[in-house]
């Protein structure tokens, strides 16, 4: 995942010229949403699951390495589903809420997953990874 959102873009650039209205504070708790499909760069196309047991997941990362990457320290787990399916997940996206909020950073996952009633989508720790282009 290196697709930075428009908001945070914005924001960076902002924060780096001392734009003092916009400055950007890092958020207190991120959180991982998943997504039927690429919620684009503005957020627009993200189709998150609802209901079924669906939560996004709070996550934290290491710091940040000379490559400019880092990673989720635990393990994220989404599920189980409970009633209906959730669709094929083709995309995670990190947030800084958990629900609603402003999308940080989005991307393809590296192979998409149906999600049906009782499963559970897992993430190691370690392999959701961010990293600067």
């Given at each position: 995942m290196?697709?930075?959102?428009?908001y945070l873009?914005?924001?960076?650039?902002?924060?780096?010229?001392?734009?003092g209205?916009?400055?950007?504070?890092?958020?207190?708790n991120l959180?991982?949403?998943?997504?039927?499909?690429?919620?684009?760069?503005?957020?627009?196309?993200?189709?998150?699951?609802?209901?079924?047991?669906?939560?996004r997941q709070?996550?934290?990362f290491?710091?940040s390495?000379?490559?400019?990457?880092?990673?989720?320290?635990?393990?994220?787990?989404?599920?189980?589903?409970?009633?209906?399916?959730?669709?094929?997940?083709?995309?995670?996206?990190?947030?800084?809420a958990?629900?609603?909020?402003?999308m940080?950073y989005?991307?393809a996952l590296?192979?998409?997953r149906?999600?049906?009633?009782?499963?559970?989508?897992?993430v190691?720790?370690?392999?959701?990874?961010?990293?600067?282009?």
């Amino acid at each position: 995942m290196s697709a930075k959102s428009n908001y945070l873009e914005e924001k960076v650039l902002d924060h780096v010229l001392g734009k003092g209205a916009r400055d950007f504070t890092s958020p207190a708790n991120l959180y991982v949403a998943l997504s039927t499909a690429d919620p684009t760069e503005n957020g627009s196309g993200l189709a998150e699951p609802s209901g079924n047991g669906y939560a996004r997941q709070a996550v934290s990362f290491i710091a940040s390495d000379a490559a400019a990457a880092t990673e989720n320290t635990a393990q994220l787990t989404f599920g189980p589903c409970s009633t209906a399916q959730w669709g094929t997940i083709t995309h995670m996206a990190v947030f800084d809420a958990s629900t609603a909020g402003n999308m940080l950073y989005y991307g393809a996952l590296t192979a998409s997953r149906l999600i049906e009633v009782n499963d559970s989508l897992v993430v190691a720790a370690g392999d959701l990874d961010i990293a600067e282009l």
